[in-house]
């Protein structure tokens, strides 16, 4: 990359994946739905990554007693706490229509996190690590209807590592029974890369580093790997110049692909990010306010894309959906304030997190919208 350094690029980019920043509020158009609170297991946080076609959602949430745990909703159970027996830490990140759960956790007396499985029959498995033994670290960020897993795996030298650019995007896969592990490699030139999407093809999504020819420089660009190809490039983006960092979040079973860049602004020292839809290698922008940066986080199977949209001064967010038909539905919480939408199903039904109004103050829980 041009005018930044590679390590504040991928920072930047990290923390806008993974952290629960607040961004501006926006002007509405469209339709706007309202979310339904969904709690926390008794601590001041939750946040929602995924939910299922029956309703289901999951995610993590801070206890009472100060602990990080995995949880799932329903509309019968309510937020029920799933953290493994002894384990010190939880999360659940995405879940089947059979109710299989995939996340990561920490099991008694280990330091680092393992990718896991919560089976709908109640059995809970440790899907191994590419590395093997407990100083190594493992995240599992997908699953589709044929049990398959991704996410991304590192050694205990990436652990140590001070830096976000350290990783392998890796499969765990059903062989005989029982899981294996598969490492799904880089793009040319790469030294890492993160598995975030699949869909029931095994085709799967995430970024890469990539060594670029034109620009003299590492990058970072989306991927789309499946057996058969292996990781191919799919950064291109017409108009944009090779400042940009690029990121495949999820893609569904017709080959929608959920696409975020994150470009340089005119005086080339910050990033904005913005959200597109890829099908054979053509780029549709989200647009769903006017033109505020946005970004995608889901596609579900009819095309329905999911997300968030800011504007300055980059303090708010409102959740978007943008149906496939061209209609725009805006998100707002309990409270009208800060929320973004991680998660959509086949059926109106919208999961993500949201800033709401408690006895405490405001406090970020995970929502649902419902209807949309």
Known sequence: MKRVGMLAGVLFLALLLLSPLALPSVSACGSMTRARDLGTLGGGYSQTWDMNNK????????????????????????????????????????????????????????????????????????????????????????????????????????VIAPSYHVGHAVMWYVSSGSYAIRDLGTLEGGSWAWAWGLNDWDEVVGMSATWCWDSWSTEVHAFKWSASTGMQDIWHVDGLSYDDLSCAMDINNRGLVAYDVYHL???????IEMGYQMYRGHITPYKPIGTDPCYGRVVNSMGDAAGAVWAEPFWMRNGFVQKHDGRQVVLTTVAGMDCWAMSLNDYGSVAGTGM?????????????????
């Open 265 to 271: 602004d005119e005086y080339g020292s910050n990033y």
């Open 55 to 158: 309703g289901v959602v999951v995610g993590a949430s801070w206890t009472a007693d100060g602990y990080y745990h995995a949880f799932s909703w329903s509309k019968s159970n309510g937020i029920v706490d799933i953290n493994p027996a002894g384990a010190s830490s939880s999360s659940a990140s995405a879940i089947n229509d059979r109710g299989d759960i995939v996340g990561r956790y920490v099991p008694a007396g280990a330091t680092f996190d393992r990718a896991c499985l919560w089976k709908a029959n109640g059995e809970f498995v440790d899907l191994g690590d590419l590395f093997g033994g407990y100083d190594t670290c493992c995240y599992a960020t997908d699953i589709n209807e044929r049990g398959s897993v991704v996410g991304r795996a590192y050694t205990y030298d990436d």
């Open 356 to 372: 709401v109004s408690t006895p405490n103050g405001y406090e970020y829980h995970a929502v649902l919208w419902q209807g949309v």
